[in-house]
């Protein structure tokens, strides 16, 4: 796969084409981005998606998640509260209490990945 191509990809997932020709050089692909594009075409990005659903789900993070919203939702009455007052609640409380477990299983499916596509 040629470094053009990565660069057209970069630009259909970030922002809005360039016209051909005017190519910046100095724009180069971030390793991360290169790895994302690698996950998005193999269909392996999808599948560690999956596999992190299945995780926090059997580990209960779900159900832990879905307590603090009506918790949150209840005390504040339930037309009081907005989708962005949950989410702004949720997240920080959430990242912080994935497990580590779950964690160390994404990350070895990554480097694995990583090491099978040689990059």
């Known amino acids: ?34 790895i994302n594009i690698k996950l998005i075409e193999s269909g392996e990005k999808e599948k560690l998606k999956e596999l992190l659903r299945e995780r926090l789900i059997e580990c209960g993070w779900r159900d832990e998640m879905k307590a603090l919203c009506r918790a949150f939702t209840k005390n504040k009455g339930r037309n009081n509260v ?35 596509a040689a990059i």
């Open 82 to 116: 907005t989708v962005d007052e949950l989410v702004h609640l949720i997240t920080p409380k959430g990242r912080a209490s994935v497990p580590d477990s779950v964690k160390a299983e994404l990350l070895q499916r990554i480097r694995a990945f990583l090491v099978s």
């Open 1 to 34: 796969m040629g470094l053009k191509f990565l660069k057209i990809m970069r630009a259909s997932i970030n922002r809005p084409p360039t016209p051909d020709g005017d190519e910046d050089p100095q724009q180069e692909l971030t390793l991360q981005e290169i």
